[in-house]
């Protein structure tokens, strides 16, 4: 079974914070995805990579940065949290038909 | 604009019966249409893939349509129990970038006694 898994299940920072939300997959697929969810809006999709060091803004990058050093680990940023970036963020890898695998999420609250 | 259209309304069906929850697009083109279950404070789970080419796919009590023509999915429960209450989230991939998806929000459904 792939597994996705996200460093926190819960998250509350302070404005202006920065936070580093983590992502681990164990299937060594090359594409990752970082979304956030909001209610009435959705999964949106923030950044993604389709390998090593390489990403792609997704549809709402502002304010965020993503980092891929290793092929199973996958880094969402926020340089400096703000209030309207509280939210569930989740994490996803792609299998080899497209079908995305998702970890738990984040849920993540800024003060 | 492209949009994803699912009934935002909670679908409430009785045990037994057949739950149907649909999804609607427009200026898409998408080579595949993907199902998904959400379950509260949860990620979403996969649960079908349908191409452009196929008709219908089925998986256990799951059956998915997939129309382009009328730019629609249905998704169907069969003999729906109350543990398949959930949000169902319908997702397909944007024209020419095979890798992104892009979801509606979902039809929560509620299945009783």
């Known amino acids: 079974d792939v597994k996705v898994t996200q460093s926190s299940r819960y998250l509350v920072k302070r404005t202006g914070e920065k936070v580093f939300l983590e992502c681990v997959q164990d299937?060594?697929?090359?594409?990752m995805f970082w979304y956030r969810q909001d209610p009435g809006l959705g999964l949106r999709l923030i950044y993604f990579s389709y390998d090593v060091k390489m990403k792609e803004k997704g549809d709402i990058p502002e304010g965020y940065s993503v980092s891929r050093e290793k092929k199973e680990r996958f880094s969402l940023i926020l340089e400096s949290a703000s209030t309207n970036q509280t939210s569930m963020y989740l994490c996803?890898?792609?299998?080899?038909?497209?079908?995305?695998?998702f970890g738990p999420g984040t849920r993540l609250t800024v003060t | 604009s492209q949009k994803i259209e699912q009934n935002s309304e909670a679908l409430n069906i009785q045990e037994g019966k057949t739950a149907t929850l649909t999804c609607n697009y427009t200026?898409?083109?998408?080579?595949?249409l993907q199902w998904y279950r959400q379950d509260p404070g949860r990620g979403p789970v996969f649960l079908l893939l349908i191409r452009e080419n196929e008709k219908e796919k089925r998986k256990e009590r799951l059956k998915v349509t997939f129309d382009t023509t009328l730019k629609q999915s249905l998704f169907h429960i069969t003999a729906s129990q109350p543990a398949d209450s959930a949000t169902y989230l319908c997702a397909l991939d944007n024209s020419g970038t095979a890798s992104k998806l892009t979801f509606g929000t979902g039809t929560r459904l509620q299945v009783t006694l």
């Open positions: 299937m060594d697929h090359e594409n």
């Open positions: 200026n898409y083109s998408p080579a595949y």
């Open positions: 996803a890898s792609m299998g080899l038909s497209g079908e995305q695998y």
